[in-house]
């Protein structure tokens, strides 16, 4: 190996090492503000959890701010994937039940936006978020209830579940018992929904 070559791989490496630590800060506060929303990312926490000290946070990510973007950004690609996989599901149970609970940590980051989205920055990363994962659960809400020719009923539907879900998720009860019965729940009063709209679309009241 020439000189040459040797720097060139030792740059290499050296990037992905950095990379590696970045990444590991970036799941173990992603982790943080799933459970505890902003208030969880203290550096000093953070630092403990990973056994190195503060000044390494302040190497990758030189502020807070920044640190709050990148974990943004990892998010969205986070739900990238489960919106894959999601489109991969053929049914709600238990395909799609599988899918949300291999997701746990995703949503519960997702319920932390949600909580705060009066700010701009949660809010549009919420919006990222989202986009991609609604559509590919509209899919299959669609098939569930045979509104395939009716998008927009399906889409209702399914905004007024993700709201009530929303609201009723935590990280004790977001198991696969927990969901189970939910998904049934919701799924029978859906259907009670959809009938009473097809029927009577201007009187209809929404009570999830």
């Not at 990973?50 to 390494?56: D, H, Q």
């Not at 209830?145 to 998008?151: G, T």
Request: proline residues 2%.
């Amino acid at each position: 190996m020439t000189g040459h070559e040797w720097e060139l791989d030792y740059t290499t490496n050296l990037k992905k090492a950095v990379k590696n630590k970045e990444q590991k800060w970036i799941e173990i506060g992603y982790t943080l503000f799933a459970k505890e929303g902003p208030k969880g990312l203290k550096v000093d926490t953070i630092a403990k959890l990973l056994n190195t000290s503060r000044s390494s946070f302040y190497y990758h990510f030189a502020e807070i701010e920044i640190f709050q973007t990148a974990l943004f950004h990892y998010h969205v690609e986070r739900a990238k994937l489960m919106a894959e996989s999601a489109l991969n599901c053929q049914n709600i149970n238990p395909d799609l039940i599988n899918a949300i609970i291999a997701f746990k940590e995703d949503l519960l980051f997702n319920r932390q936006l949600r909580v705060h989205r009066h700010m701009p920055d949660y809010a549009e990363c919420l919006e990222k978020a989202h986009r991609p994962v609604e559509q590919a659960f509209l899919k299959i809400w669609a098939k569930e209830f045979n509104l395939e020719n009716n998008l927009g009923a399906a889409q209702m539907l399914l905004r007024l579940v993700v709201d009530n879900f929303y609201m009723r998720i935590s990280e004790e009860n977001l198991n696969l018992d927990w969901l189970t019965n939910y998904l049934n729940e919701v799924v029978e009063m859906a259907r009670r929904i959809e009938k009473s709209w097809l029927n009577h679309p201007l009187t209809v009241h929404f009570c999830l």
